[in-house]
């Protein structure tokens, strides 16, 4: 599964890359995040709830932020597992500056597996974007 996005922000770029630094306001925009805990250095743990159609469940994930380039870009890595199945993933997130804002660009792709990727294939690329839009929204309003 391939993701491509752009979500716009009034703010500058410098604010924008702290919020999506910002553990805190990251766990609280997640929808089903239960939480962010350190691991090591731009490493984390979490616990989330996800639903895609009929499956739902509760997946332990590692988030990793790799290859930062403050404020422009850095590479996020996620590993998921549940119930459910699992999901692998890798995203580009790329900041520009814009008309006095930040444009954030998302280029991500996904690997799911197990009961999840049977069931709710066809849903899950919908269910990721909704999922992402969410995200955005909630920082912006954070921000």
């Known amino acids: 599964m391939n993701i491509d996005a752009t979500y716009r922000f009034t703010q500058p770029r410098e604010r924008v890359w702290a919020v999506l630094l910002d553990v805190d306001a990251v766990a609280g925009c997640l929808p089903g995040c239960q939480g962010l805990q350190s691991t090591g250095e731009n490493t984390y743990r979490t616990d989330l709830v996800i639903g895609a ?6 997946f332990t994930a590692s988030i990793a ?3 930062q380039q403050p404020p422009r870009s850095y590479r ?3 590993e998921a597992s549940g119930g459910p199945g699992f999901v692998r993933g890798e995203g580009r997130i790329t900041l520009e500056e814009e008309d006095g804002g930040t444009a954030v660009h998302v280029a991500a792709t996904a690997d799911v597996g197990g009961t999840v990727a049977r069931v709710g294939q066809r849903l ?19 921000m």
């Open 53 to 58: 159609g009929p499956v739902s469940g509760r």
């Open 76 to 78: 996020l890595r996620m």
């Open 124 to 142: 899950l690329a919908g269910v990721a974007r909704a999922t992402m839009e969410r995200f955005f929204a909630c920082l912006g309003k954070r």
């Open 65 to 67: 932020l790799e290859d």
